[in-house]
């Protein structure tokens, strides 16, 4: 499902984020990414949405192997993933509704699935009733809710989540995490990097650690640190 071989990252500035990173993530699982700040976390997410591209080491997606992906291949690469991330970027202009409609009109859905599906992601994540709201009418639990749904609306097999719950108070985190929960019991592979202690350590999921770009830790039932 996501694979990385031997993937290392340096910048042009000559800085190494990322070294030797050997990770394999099957169908259905539930990962936590988590590690200090600046460990390579956010920058191991970018590689898989190809938004910048390893130094050498190979990815693979869903079997493909995105490190030797077409430019024009892209964009089909990311409508199979969903994609969180913790300031929501939500349109301002557009409603709730409209917002997760969208998710569905650039990847050239028919109108009639995007009238059945959006009301179908909305009640799944518990904003049925505010469809016509705009996101500023909205909490900020509320609207990362919307962006789970958008991230959701188009079935993908796999959910990426960068900080979904970092700008969110312990309550409201716990409600996304079991939003997440719940699209992986349906079957979505959902990866999510995060700073949250507490729910790293109450959910006891897999958890890979990443410290000064190298992966120190790979536990199937972990915690956010080795209690050991």
Not at 11 to 21: A, E, P, R, S
Not at 45 to 74: C, F, M, S
């Amino acid at each position: 499902m996501i694979e990385l071989v031997k993937v290392n990252k340096t910048f042009d500035d000559g800085h190494k984020v990322l070294k030797n990173i050997n990770i394999f993530i099957d169908k259905g699982e539930f990962v936590f990414l988590v590690g200090p700040s600046g460990s390579g976390k956010s920058t191991l997410i970018k590689l898989l949405l190809k938004e910048v591209e390893p130094t050498n080491g190979k990815i693979v997606i869903d079997g493909k192997n995105t490190t030797k992906l077409k430019r024009n291949d892209i964009p089909y690469l990311r409508r199979s993933m969903g994609v969180v991330f913790q300031d929501f970027r939500l349109l301002q202009d557009k409603t709730v509704y409209e917002n997760v409609a969208f998710a569905m009109e650039i990847v050239e859905a028919q109108p009639r699935d995007i009238r059945k599906q959006v009301p179908i992601a909305l009640s799944m994540v518990g904003l049925s009733k505010k469809s016509n709201l705009y996101p500023k009418q909205l909490s900020g639990g509320e609207q990362q809710r919307v962006s789970l749904a958008r991230a959701m609306v188009n079935g993908p097999s796999i959910l990426v989540a960068d900080e979904p719950t970092g700008n969110l108070d312990p309550e409201m985190s716990r409600d996304i995490v079991k939003i997440l929960y719940e699209f992986n019991q349906r079957g979505t592979t959902v990866l999510m990097a995060t700073h949250d202690r507490d729910i790293v350590n109450a959910m006891k999921k897999r958890v890979i650690a990443i410290e000064d770009g190298v992966m120190v830790r790979d536990e199937k039932r972990g915690g956010y640190f080795d209690e050991a």
